[in-house]
């Protein structure tokens, strides 16, 4: 498989402080790696270090083949970085911007300006191409910005926090080029600390704290990493909680009681579980509010690794009523 993205034991220092200790990728091309991680684990500096912006103090790190501590301006022909706030030039128009760096990268003028008029169109920028960016909203400056960073091309494309501020229409707006240019075969690098996002993009997931990885794999194993299935049963009365968790134990069941939730939860194997449990409860004649089943989400998955307070929310998958 080919590599879009190799990191091995990469390191950056400040004197005594270590903002990335021993980071390790793999990035396959046409795919997308979720960078997660709080304030501080050391996202960005990686970012920084893979776009040649600041050297490595150890480790090795390759883009496309090329070193980019000692190939440093063939990395920056094959990347593309949009950071964490808008680079565009507010003061001058969109379409002025685009084309002051297409002729930063040397593209002749006829091309320059066909380039513009393309990623204009991509954007849906084309109105809005002759006003000062002062103008835009915070939408448009991002799909802007993204734009500025696919001039030239790029074979690998960094998005340090991309959405960040942005109101749910803009970001998925920002989600669909994501998807399309992975689709077009592009390499993506993209730090977050939105679960959902990494969930919709990320075909694989980093999950760094303290500059170190703590975890990494899809965000399936992430979960299985964490806890599969739960099922949850919830007695219309609180005192037959006791009675549920016997009813699930004679069915070869265990399960556990949750007196401040009210609820008695026990982990599902299988569908074979799951169908015995329904049976047991539906036979037993104690009445019962709900069932439901969750996995853990990736909030979760995030808080358990990091042991961040953040507040998680499950994913609900099934839900049965019981009258």
């Given amino acids: 498989m080919t590599m879009g993205i190799e990191v091995e034991r990469l390191e950056k220092h400040y004197g005594d402080h270590k903002a990335v200790n021993g980071v390790d990728l793999r990035v396959p091309v046409g795919t997308v790696l979720g960078l997660l991680g709080p304030n501080g684990a050391g996202k960005t500096t990686t970012?920084?270090?893979?776009?040649?912006?600041?050297?490595?103090t150890g480790g090795r790190a390759r883009v496309c083949g090329y070193d980019v501590a000692t190939q440093p301006r063939e990395v920056r022909r094959l990347i593309g970085l949009t950071g964490q706030y808008a680079a565009v030039d507010k003061d001058?128009?969109?379409?002025?911007?685009?084309?002051l760096i297409a002729r930063?990268?040397?593209?002749?003028?006829?091309?320059?300006?066909?380039?513009?008029?393309?990623?204009l169109e991509r954007f849906d920028l084309v109105a809005a191409?002759?006003?000062?960016?002062?103008?835009?909203?915070?939408?448009?400056?991002?799909?802007?910005?993204?734009?500025?960073?696919?001039?030239?091309?790029?074979?690998?494309?960094?998005?340090?926090?991309?959405?960040?501020?942005?109101?749910?229409?803009?970001?998925?707006?920002?989600w669909d080029v994501v998807r399309d240019l992975v689709a077009e075969g592009s390499t993506v690098l993209l730090t977050t600390q939105y679960m959902e996002e990494a969930e919709a993009l990320a075909d694989s997931v980093v999950v760094m704290d303290n500059g170190m990885v703590i975890a990494s794999g899809t965000p399936a194993e992430l979960r299985a990493r964490v806890?599969?299935?739960?099922?949850?049963?919830?007695?219309?009365?609180?005192?037959?909680?006791?009675?549920?968790?016997?009813?699930?134990?004679?069915?070869?069941?265990?399960?556990?009681?949750?007196?401040?939730?009210?609820?008695?939860?026990?982990?599902?194997?299988?569908?074979?579980?799951?169908?015995?449990?329904?049976?047991?409860?539906?036979?037993?004649?104690?009445?019962?509010?709900?069932?439901?089943?969750?996995?853990?989400?990736?909030?979760?998955?995030?808080?358990?690794l990091t042991g961040k307070q953040r507040g998680g929310v499950e994913d609900t998958i099934q839900f049965w009523r019981i009258e």
């Fill in 47 to 56: 970012v920084r270090m893979l776009a040649t912006l600041i050297p490595p």
């Fill in 92 to 99: 001058i128009s969109g379409r002025d911007n685009l084309y």
């Fill in 104 to 119: 930063l990268l040397d593209l002749p003028k006829k091309r320059a300006w066909a380039r513009v008029d393309e990623l």
């Fill in 129 to 174: 191409g002759g006003k000062l960016v002062r103008e835009y909203s915070g939408g448009m400056r991002r799909r802007l910005d993204l734009a500025a960073s696919l001039i030239g091309d790029p074979k690998v494309i960094y998005l340090d926090e991309p959405t960040t501020g942005l109101d749910p229409r803009s970001r998925n707006a920002l």
């Fill in 227 to 304: 806890g599969g299935q739960t099922l949850r049963v919830k007695p219309m009365r609180p005192q037959d909680l006791m009675a549920v968790a016997t009813v699930l134990a004679n069915a070869r069941l265990a399960g556990h009681v949750d007196y401040e939730a009210g609820l008695v939860q026990l982990p599902v194997s299988g569908p074979n579980d799951l169908t015995v449990a329904v049976r047991a409860i539906s036979g037993s004649g104690i009445a019962v509010s709900g069932i439901d089943t969750s996995i853990p989400s990736l909030d979760e998955v995030f808080l358990t």
